[in-house]
């Protein structure tokens, strides 16, 4: 890519600014670059993470929590209103070797741009059991900061034995009226200080050596009420069991969706 006419190909891009990514992220983006009169265009497939939950309570302004593609909807409007637009793209592609920069669309269309803003956030990860993915938000979740006042009182489960598992047992524990962690080792990822505080709550019960085989759902409701897991035994057998839930949170770390931007450093993470 050839410096001789940078100037003349960055004015000549379709866009001053591109936000690739429809979440809080991406909307705060826009709302400031429109309000700076750069008239971004918002590049998005949906709102992001915010769109797997139901209601939002731990957002400042809403004091009787707002439902989530409500509080999406009002982002894109006060983006809107300063002047940002908004596209529907699913992202194939994106090329930053070379200004203006381009970013492919899953239909065919090509936007050049003078900027890009990365604000495609992270997918949580999955355990992959039956029923996992049927009851998001109807009792299975990623966020206990989120999500976990609704199980105040309640017996709420955490999956996972890193940091992430650590941080949303000891969350949980001030509100639920028992927390079961269920991990698949018999050793637990988390870093130490993190392990013994969980170690030693009295309100969080360990499984180890367990796996959640099927998240089932109540016949009449719809919503999770137990959990089908297995157990490695001592005499190295599986056994099977049913343990009743009122919620389960899945805390096995987060993936970057940042594998289209191959041309930006990036940290380890």
Same mark, same amino acid.
């Given at each position: 890519?050839?410096?001789?006419?940078?100037?003349?190909?960055?004015?000549?891009?379709?866009?001053?600014?591109?936000?690739?990514?429809?979440?809080?992220?991406?909307?705060?983006?826009?709302?400031?670059?429109?309000?700076? &009169?750069? $008239? @971004?265009?918002? /590049?998005?497939?949906? %709102?992001? #993470?915010?769109?797997?939950?139901?209601? *939002? =309570?731990?957002?400042?302004?809403?004091?009787?929590?707002?439902?989530?593609?409500?509080?999406?909807?009002?982002?894109?409007?006060?983006?809107?209103?300063?002047?940002?637009?908004?596209?529907?793209?699913?992202?194939?592609?994106?090329?930053?070797?070379?200004?203006?920069?381009?970013?492919?669309?899953?239909?065919?269309?090509?936007?050049?741009?003078?900027?890009?803003?990365?604000?495609? &956030?992270? $997918? @949580?990860?999955? /355990?992959?059991?039956? %029923?996992? #993915?049927?009851?998001?938000?109807?009792? *299975? =979740?990623?966020?206990?900061?989120?999500?976990?006042?609704?199980?105040?009182?309640?017996?709420?489960?955490?999956?996972?034995?890193?940091?992430?598992?650590?941080?949303?047992?000891?969350?949980?524990?001030?509100?639920?009226?028992?927390?079961?962690?269920?991990?698949?080792?018999?050793?637990?990822?988390?870093?130490?200080?993190?392990?013994?505080?969980?170690?030693?709550?009295?309100?969080?019960?360990?499984?180890?050596?367990?796996?959640?085989?099927?998240?089932?759902?109540?016949?009449?409701?719809?919503?999770?009420?137990?959990?089908?897991?297995?157990?490695?035994?001592?005499?190295?057998?599986?056994?099977?069991?049913?343990?009743?839930?009122?919620?389960?949170?899945?805390?096995?770390?987060?993936?970057?969706?940042?594998?289209?931007?191959?041309?930006?450093?990036?940290?380890?993470?």
């Amino acid at each position: 890519c050839s410096e001789d006419a940078l100037t003349v190909r960055i004015l000549e891009a379709d866009r001053k600014l591109v936000i690739v990514g429809g979440g809080p992220a991406g909307l705060s983006a826009a709302v400031y670059a429109a309000r700076a &009169g750069l $008239s @971004p265009l918002i /590049i998005a497939r949906d %709102g992001g #993470q915010l769109e797997g939950t139901s209601d *939002v =309570h731990n957002y400042p302004g809403f004091d009787e929590g707002v439902d989530a593609v409500d509080l999406i909807q009002r982002l894109e409007r006060q983006a809107e209103r300063f002047g940002a637009d908004r596209k529907e793209c699913g992202v194939r592609d994106v090329d930053l070797t070379c200004r203006p920069f381009k970013v492919y669309c899953e239909d065919g269309e090509v936007i050049t741009s003078s900027a890009v803003v990365i604000a495609t &956030g992270a $997918s @949580p990860r999955w /355990i992959g059991a039956e %029923g996992e #993915q049927e009851l998001i938000a109807k009792g *299975v =979740h990623t966020c206990a900061t989120c999500d976990g006042y609704f199980y105040r009182g309640k017996h709420a489960v955490v999956i996972g034995g890193g940091d992430t598992a650590m941080e949303q047992a000891l969350f949980l524990a001030r509100l639920a009226s028992r927390v079961t962690l269920i991990h698949r080792g018999g050793v637990l990822r988390a870093s130490k200080a993190m392990a013994t505080r969980v170690l030693k709550h009295p309100n969080i019960l360990i499984l180890w050596n367990t796996s959640v085989k099927r998240f089932v759902a109540d016949e009449s409701t719809g919503a999770l009420s137990s959990l089908d897991i297995e157990t490695l035994t001592t005499m190295g057998e599986n056994a099977t069991s049913n343990l009743a839930v009122d919620g389960a949170f899945v805390a096995i770390g987060h993936t970057p969706n940042s594998e289209k931007f191959r041309g930006v450093r990036t940290d380890s993470k």
